[in-house]
């Protein structure tokens, strides 16, 4: 399996890989030594899960992207990656130039991927996470890109409304981050729809 993923990334995706990890426990100190752009994770390792691996690139890199790989879909592990702060989920039977293209992606901070997944309604993902329908525009916001100041100008409310919004929906969704915000909320289609030719900013950038 590493031996396809290398060769799909450096031939067909202009990768250069530094490394290589058997082992949840390998993959802390690999990162360490090398500080790659991003990490192509497997869900599944001998020694530490992904997301226990997750965890420990997240809280030791946070500037590393971290693209979950995996050969299931089940959707509470989907959702448990970007809540402990992925950039990516790719399951393993998509086409090899989609995952170079969601890993490009993932790395340039321009989207998070759910790729090769079920899609899930907008009504059915916000009623079933428990939003009201400000919180809801507020998510899409922050997906967007936007700072508190900017998501308050727009709505018509204070910073610390938006605050006090952000901290709820956190709770709510046991995200911890605008990464994982904006990654739950591309995940699940909630997104504003983008002209084409625009452009997002990393929301991980603007503050908390």
């Known amino acids: 399996m590493l031996v396809g993923v290398r060769h799909t990334l450096e031939q067909d995706g202009g990768f250069a ?37 997750l965890d420990r690139i997240v809280s030791s ?10 050969s299931a879909s089940d959707m509470e592990q989907v959702e448990a990656a970007f ?10 039977s998509v086409d090899a130039r989609d995952l170079a293209s969601a890993i490009r992606q993932a790395v340039q901070g321009t989207a998070y991927h759910a790729l090769g997944l079920p899609a899930i309604t907008e009504v059915s993902a916000a009623q079933a996470a428990g939003l009201t329908d400000r919180e809801l525009e507020i998510v899409r916001a922050v997906a967007e890109g936007l700072p508190n100041k900017e998501i308050a100008k727009r709505l ?12 709820n929906v956190y709770r709510k ?11 739950w909320v591309l995940k699940k289609g909630l997104q504003e729809r983008t002209p084409a030719g625009a452009s997002a900013r990393d929301p991980e950038r603007q503050q908390r």
Do not use: C
Not at 173 to 183: P, Q, V, Y
């Open 156 to 167: 018509w409310v204070t910073e610390q409304t938006v605050k006090f919004h952000l901290t």
């Open 173 to 183: 969704l046991e995200i911890r981050n605008r990464t994982g915000l904006a990654g």
């Open 61 to 70: 890199h946070p500037h590393v992207k971290v693209v979950m790989f995996s």
């Open 17 to 53: 890989v530094v490394g290589e990890a058997h082992s949840g426990p390998e993959v802390v100190p690999l990162v360490g030594r090398h500080y790659p752009d991003v990490v192509l994770l497997d869900l599944n390792m001998p020694g530490l899960d992904g997301i226990g691996a």
């Open 83 to 92: 809540r402990h702060g992925a950039a990516g989920f790719v399951v393993k």
